[in-house]
């Protein structure tokens, strides 16, 4: 598909409006895109230009960036979100999706957010980024995926606390997540036969049960039931020798059972180009790994790269 890709600005009182022009000034006319935000909320002296239409980024974006105006409720305070512009916020995230539904925008590649604004402004009830993506989507199963250069990483649980796993890790979650992680890799990353690793949950995959009944009891059987409709998986394995390079080479995706088991991995290999993608979607959404740094917000040391990454990888994703 050679169309742009529909950039979300996020909270605009974070590093997302400045990311943003610096994603544009690094990539500009090799991954076209547009903004879609309040003007009034980017850097000042930034390059940009407004559009009526997602078709015009294609030629604007070689020399300026592109901008698909919103008219937000209040003027920008970086550091601090102002709860007025929650709505504006909501606005920019359906606007996205509605224009990547329609085929006038190739992916969507969204900025952080800040959910507590979103709730004091706009009553926001969703947990996340991802499960108001998934309502708008028709509510359907998504799943998070990680990926860089180097590793492709998906969370069988996410936010919730070690000691809530067990419980929350069910046979029909697991095989719903692999489900959604094969498919993705075939349709998405154009993978004809996808190679998956699965991780245990315990020390050594439980070790044959000495350090825990979960791997043999509820994870192997349900990698076995999925092998036999033909899917190439390799698990349970020890999570500790699943990532060094030789182990990274046999496999194209690997899960885990949690956060931390998923995560620690990636960012250690590749912490500044990490990219969060959603599975599950209609539509191919990705999102820097990172968050909105208001701490930072305003000072012009963001780094960009994340955000870089994830606007390459949308490229790519919708170019396949």
Request: net charge negative; glycine share 8%.
């Amino acid at each position: 598909m050679n169309a742009p890709i529909a950039l979300s600005c996020g909270e605009p009182a974070g590093i997302g409006p400045e990311i943003a022009v610096k994603a544009w000034n690094a990539l500009r006319a090799d991954v076209p895109f547009f903004w879609i935000g309040d003007p009034r909320h980017l850097p000042k002296g930034s390059i940009f230009k407004e559009i009526s239409d997602p078709s015009q980024a294609i030629l604007v974006s070689a020399t300026s960036m592109p901008v698909l105006s919103q008219q937000f409720a209040a003027e920008n305070n970086l550091g601090a979100p102002n709860a007025q512009n929650a709505q504006g916020v909501i606005d920019a995230i359906e606007t996205g999706v509605a224009l990547v539904k329609a085929g006038k925008a190739g992916a969507l590649c969204t900025a952080p957010i800040h959910k507590k604004a979103l709730q004091d402004g706009a009553g926001f009830t969703h947990p996340g980024h991802t499960e108001f993506l998934a309502s708008l989507d028709g509510g359907c199963d998504v799943v998070m995926m990680l990926a860089s250069e180097q590793l492709r990483v998906v969370p069988a649980t996410i936010h919730i606390p070690l000691k809530d796993v067990p419980s929350a890790l069910t046979p029909e979650v697991l095989e719903s997540v692999i489900r959604i992680t094969h498919a993705a890799l075939g349709r998405q990353f154009n993978i004809a036969s996808p190679r998956i690793a699965v991780s245990g949950l315990n020390p050594h995959a439980g070790e044959g049960g000495k350090m825990g009944l979960e791997d043999d009891a509820l994870i192997a059987p349900v990698l076995e039931e999925l092998r036999a409709e033909g899917f190439v998986l390799n698990g349970p394995l020890p999570a500790d020798t699943m990532f060094h390079a030789a182990a990274r080479a046999r496999y194209d995706a690997a899960i885990c059972m949690y956060h931390d088991q998923a995560l620690i991995p990636i960012k250690t290999l590749d912490f500044d180009k990490g990219v969060n993608i959603t599975l599950g979607l209609s539509f191919i959404r990705t999102s820097p790994d990172h968050g909105t740094a208001f701490d930072i917000a305003g000072q012009d040391i963001a780094n960009p790269s994340s955000l870089i990454e994830a606007l390459r990888m949308a490229k790519k994703m919708s170019t396949t």
